[in-house]
C-alpha cells in the first residue's frame, strides 16, 4: 500500500510539473491570442484550479498526511492559500465592476445585443447564483 501510495504522489508532481510547463510555453504565445483563446485559456485555467484545489482539500483531509505534516508546512499552504484567495477575489472585484460598468455605458449607447440583454429572470437567477451570497466562515 505504502508504494502504491508513493507512486499516486509521484505520479500526480509529474503531471502538474508537465502542465506547469505548458502553461508557461502557452504564456509566450499570449500577443497572439484572439478573444475566443483568451475565453477558452481562461477557462482551461479555472478547470485546472477547481481540480487542484479539491485535490488540495482532499490532501488536508487524509488523517496520514494532516498527522505528519509539520507546522511549517501548514502555516506555507495557509499562507500561500489565503494570498490565492485574495488575488482571486480582486479578480472577481475587479472583472465584474468593469463588466458593470461596460454594460451601463453600452445600454445608455443602445448598443446591447436585444436577444441577450432581455434574458428572463431565471437567467438573474444563475448569475446571482454564481457571484452567490458570501456567508462568514
Known amino acids: 500500500m505504502e508504494n502504491s501510495f508513493l507512486s499516486n504522489l509521484d505520479e ?66 495557509k499562507r500561500t492559500s489565503w494570498g490565492i484567495l485574495e488575488q482571486l477575489l480582486e479578480l472577481d472585484v475587479r472583472h465584474t465592476s468593469e463588466a458593470r460598468e461596460l454594460i451601463t455605458k453600452l445600454g445608455k449607447e443602445g448598443k446591447l445585443d436585444p436577444l441577450i440583454w432581455s434574458r428572463p429572470l431565471v437567467d438573474e437567477q444563475q448569475t446571482q447564483n454564481r457571484r452567490g451570497t458570501f456567508t462568514t466562515m
Open 12 to 77: 500526480w508532481i509529474k503531471m502538474q510539473k508537465t502542465l506547469l510547463s505548458t502553461i508557461k510555453d502557452m504564456e509566450k504565445s499570449e500577443k497572439d491570442m484572439d478573444r475566443l483563446d483568451l475565453i477558452l485559456a481562461s477557462r482551461v485555467a479555472f478547470q485546472h484550479m477547481m481540480r487542484t484545489i479539491k485535490a488540495f482539500d482532499q490532501w488536508l483531509q487524509d488523517p496520514m498526511i494532516i498527522k505528519h505534516m509539520p507546522k511549517e508546512m501548514l502555516e506555507d499552504v
